[in-house]
């Protein structure tokens, strides 16, 4: 029997109605829309209304994901849900999202690797079909990031937003992904994290008045691993694949910050406009921010189209997976 590709055959996303503008941060901390815009590329993102959490933003993204490929939701075999910020600390978000739409004959998990979620989720979905005994795999990677957001700490409010993005895997004998390579190095935990609420320090008084569970980050370390990350990765992807930076069609990358992404594609030599970005309107969505871009890029992508994709997040964790697009993308639209 011969091997299968797991591809990706459709695509499809959530963002909540509600609006953050830099005008909206300008009234409630110290900064201006220009130092945010100048130093983020950002210029609004999105916030889910309170109480609703991660699985009412999967459940819409699901819903139209399978709407779009015409899959029956019992015919999934497994949901893989990658984020930080799932309804509960257990039980996990997954099978929240698959009692929501019904996908009544499929088991789940989450899978945490902050902003690299979606990378690692992607590629362990692939990992199922490619098996052979998993025929339809659901991967969404998404957060509700002002659910652990501080909004009177200017250093990382103005960059995160929530969203969420879904894609379907299904096995393919000519496209799909290829190949990946992911990175951890748990070190960078110093730099990039929200200390309480875990085992290691639960919740308290004091871990709350203290605003320990909130996202604390160092900002210029996280820049800098954050750039050598995917840069390296993306490269060394692209040479085990003996391809050359001509033959990529789309390099997907984590949406951070503008100048992490300008810079990346000018470290590769990869014309802007071959670089996925949405992160001007939705920020930093964490985990939802490479199915997000796969979304919004989808109308211009075409069967046999070779795309990278690359992230880099809190662990830290970083990486890249190459694969070939697998059906036309205007057929949805
Ligand atoms: N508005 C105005 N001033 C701000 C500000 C804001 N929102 N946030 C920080 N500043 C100030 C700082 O306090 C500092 O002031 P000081 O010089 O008086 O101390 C000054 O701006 C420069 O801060 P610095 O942290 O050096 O800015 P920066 O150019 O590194 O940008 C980040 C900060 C957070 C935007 C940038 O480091 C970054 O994007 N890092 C990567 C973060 C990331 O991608 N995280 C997601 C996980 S991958």
Same mark, same amino acid.
């Given at each position: 029997m011969s091997r299968k590709n797991a591809a990706i055959t459709g695509v499809a996303g959530f963002v909540p109605e509600r609006k953050l503008t830099n005008h909206d941060l300008e009234q409630m901390v110290e900064t201006t829309d220009e130092w945010i815009y100048t130093r983020t590329g950002?210029?609004?993102?999105?916030?889910?209304?309170p109480g609703l959490g991660l699985s009412h933003m999967g459940e819409k993204a699901v819903n139209e994901l399978l709407q779009k490929t015409q899959t029956s939701p019992e015919d999934i075999d497994l949901i893989l849900c990658a984020t930080i910020t799932g309804d509960m600390i257990f039980p996990d978000t997954a099978n929240q999202i698959a009692v929501k739409v019904g996908?009544?004959?499929?088991?789940?998990?989450?899978?945490?690797?902050?902003?690299?979620?979606?990378?690692?989720?992607?590629?362990? *979905? @692939?990992?199922?079909?490619?098996? *052979?005994? $998993?025929?339809?795999?659901?991967v969404?990677?998404?957060? /509700?990031?002002?659910?652990?957001?501080? $909004?009177?700490?200017?250093?990382?409010? /103005?960059?995160?937003?929530?969203?969420?993005?879904?894609?379907l895997l299904e096995p393919n004998d000519q496209y799909g992904i290829q190949d990946a390579i992911l990175q951890a190095d748990g070190s960078g935990v110093e730099y990039l994290h929200a200390k309480s609420g875990g085992s290691k320090m639960p919740t308290s008084e004091e871990t709350v008045a203290q605003g320990l569970h909130y996202v604390y980050q160092n900002g210029g370390p996280v820049f800098k691993r @954050? /750039?050598?990350g995917m840069s390296s990765t993306v490269k060394q992807v692209i040479e085990q694949n003996n391809l050359t930076k001509e033959e990529i069609d789309w390099v997907v990358p984590h949406q951070a910050n503008m100048r992490i992404i300008n810079t990346v594609a000018s470290q590769l030599d990869f014309p802007l406009e071959k670089v996925m970005q949405n992160i001007e309107y939705l920020?930093?969505?964490?985990?939802?921010?490479l199915p997000l871009c796969l979304r919004d890029y989808e109308p211009?992508?075409?069967?046999?189209d070779k795309i990278v994709l690359t992230a880099f997040g809190g662990?830290?964790?970083?990486?890249a997976l190459y694969l070939t697009w697998a059906y036309e993308g205007k057929n949805f639209s």
């Open positions: 950002i210029k609004e993102r999105r916030i889910l209304e996908a009544t004959n499929a088991f789940g998990f989450d899978i945490n690797a902050a902003c690299s979620g979606f990378l690692y989720a992607l590629h362990t *979905g @692939a990992k199922f079909i490619e098996s *052979g005994t $998993y025929k339809k795999v659901v969404v990677g998404g957060d /509700v990031m002002s659910s652990i957001i501080d $909004y009177t700490d200017r250093t990382t409010c /103005v960059i995160f937003g929530d969203g969420l993005g879904a894609v @954050a /750039v050598q920020g930093n969505t964490t985990a939802g921010t211009q992508l075409k069967p046999g662990g830290f964790t970083w990486g």
